[in-house]
């Protein structure tokens, strides 16, 4: 395409128009303040999660927000063409042309020079063109676009700020803290303390006596560690369940198993604030004893849920013990096949509610979620099965209004083979009012749940296709409408065990973080050979 020289013949001129350097600053001051804005917000909130401390995110955003600001302004061009015929007012904008007012008709087209009845010009180098060359593209246009360019840049960094404030808004986590040595730490659960701080309870294969051993950790509101201990003589011992004993210490329940693989019992410790043991009982007998919960019974003792029996054959077992631990009374409950308790509540008239899996009353044997409701005496008010054909769980079970109760768990019943979030809610007869259930984009369950204001929050796994899991927590109403979710892993796999309900509102969960990213070939046989830290994420409420 040929070069079209400037026009001059009309007398017209081609003048530039400056950005004022006052303005220029003033743009520069805005967009300062506007991220070091952003960045006091953040630290004041804590809406940037991948800082460990409020403050490293307050000098971090002012640090970067001058260069950028500068590097923005730098881009922009004080100069630009724009076409001002001699003694003609000033040009308007239509469309992608300037058509000007009053210009003399017959001005030839800059380009193919066709007479102009009502001339346009080129809204960049303000020359006069016919409709067919008046677009920049068609007369090949040399003049720069610092205009626009002046309009947009701070359009796309204002749109940019607000998707980063958006994204920042969504993520309420707090922090989130690794806890343990170089080889395996869990944390099975977590309940608050008077101070404002957290106690753990899991186990340890990185310290203690020998093979696995109760792991107490407690650290404050921060997340900062205080104290940790285990428990142990050698044999294998963990931690499943931890509640406050009302005096300042905790009562913990797990399982103890010798080296040699014989019969599990039974395992309670009760703990003064500072870690240090009052007494410890062991429930055994002719067959094996497992405990998956514990739950404060209101008179000063405690409930211990879990289970007993060989493989196939195993039934509910509960466990009411005095504070001293001393047993009170014990019962068995379920049918011809494997049942157990995973979770226990204490419902408003002094009974209790326990949630497990139970493959005595589903169909075919399958694994069904199960309820079981007893008065304060273990005497059976109700139990009842949940789900459909394939895999239910029932991992967490939460009190609603009305003697309602919530249940959440996985399920393989619905949607495609994948386990998925199984939610439902029962009334004081076992009734089921509703079933929803979450994950179609991926593997997803939860193992616990509490109540929320006006709702419950759920934590578990969600699953990825390319790698283990992720830490998951899920909100919902009182019917069991998805209100939000957050997701946070590691290289490779998370699981969350517990959640708490915190002073503040907000929530915080634990459970493992898996350290080493190998998984399949190359990964260690043995899981329990296996890098793996307690983890522990506090979230502020959505």
């Known amino acids: 395409m040929d070069h079209v020289a400037p026009l001059e013949e009309d007398g017209s001129e081609l003048s530039h128009f400056c950005v004022p350097a006052r303005l220029k600053r003033i743009l ?63 040009p308007r904008q239509v469309g992608r042309a300037v058509q000007v007012k009053g210009a003399p008709a017959g001005l030839p087209c800059a380009l193919c020079g066709k007479p102009l009845y009502k001339p346009k010009r080129c809204r960049r180098c303000g020359r006069p063109f016919c409709n067919v060359h008046v677009s920049p593209g068609r007369h090949n246009c040399k003049a720069p676009r610092e205009m626009n360019r002046l309009l947009v840049v701070p359009l796309l960094g204002a ?32 309940v608050g303390t008077d101070d404002g701080g957290f106690m753990i309870a899991g186990y340890t294969r990185s310290f203690g006596a020998g093979g696995f051993d109760v792991y107490l950790l407690r650290i404050d509101s921060a997340g900062n560690k205080l104290w940790e201990k285990t428990y142990g003589d050698g044999d294998n011992q963990e931690a499943s369940g931890i509640v406050p004993s009302g005096d300042g210490g905790f009562v913990v329940a797990g399982w103890t198993q010798p080296a040699d693989g014989a019969e599990m019992a039974l395992y309670l410790i009760r703990v003064d604030e500072d870690g240090d043991a009052l007494w410890e009982r062991r429930y055994e007998g002719n067959t094996s004893y497992w405990a998956g919960c514990i739950v404060e019974s209101g008179d000063g003792g405690f409930m211990v849920g879990g289970y007993t029996g060989p493989p ?83 991992l967490g079970v939460a009190v609603a209004e009305e003697g309602e109760f919530v249940v959440a768990g996985m399920t393989k019943s619905f949607g495609n083979e994948s386990s998925h979030v199984y939610i439902f809610r029962v009334n004081d007869a076992g009734e089921k009012i509703w079933e929803r259930v979450y994950g179609s984009s991926g593997p997803k369950e939860t193992t616990c749940i509490v109540k929320s204001d006006g ?88």
């Open 28 to 90: 520069c001051l805005f967009l300062y303040f506007t991220f070091a804005s952003f960045g006091a917000r953040s630290a004041r909130q804590g809406l940037i999660a991948s800082f460990p401390r409020s403050s490293i995110s307050l000098w971090v955003s002012l640090a970067i927000a001058m260069p950028v600001s500068i590097v923005i302004l730098s881009r922009l061009d004080t100069g630009s063409a724009t076409y001002e015929p001699s003694g003609q007012s000033t």
């Open 159 to 190: 749109v940019a700020l607000v998707v980063v404030l958006l994204l920042a808004r969504g993520s309420s986590l707090v922090w989130e803290r690794r806890y343990g040595g170089s080889r395996y730490d869990c944390g099975r659960c977590i």
């Open 312 to 394: 196939g054959g195993s039934d509910v077992y509960l466990l009411k013990i005095d504070g001293n631990g001393n047993k009170v009374w014990e019962k068995t409950y379920g049918g011809a096949g494997d049942d157990t308790a995973h979770c226990i509540i204490q419902s408003g008239d002094g009974g209790f509610v326990v949630g497990g899996i139970s493959t005595s009353f589903g169909r075919d044997g399958s694994k069904d979620a199960y309820l079981l409701r007893i008065d304060s005496e273990g005497n059976k008010l109700w139990e009842k099965a949940y789900g459909g054909g394939g895999w239910d769980e029932a």
């Open 455 to 542: 709702g419950f929050v759920l934590a578990g796994v969600g699953g990825r296709i390319t790698r283990g899991g992720d830490a998951y927590i899920l909100g919902i109403d009182g019917a069991g409408k998805k209100l939000w979710q957050r997701t946070r892993g590691g290289p490779s796999f998370d699981w969350i065990y517990s959640i708490v309900r915190c002073d503040d509102g907000g929530f915080a969960i634990v459970g493992r973080r898996d350290n080493d990213p190998r998984i399949g070939p190359g990964a260690p046989n043995n899981t329990s050979e296996r890098d793996m830290d307690v983890y522990v994420l506090k979230y502020r409420a959505p």
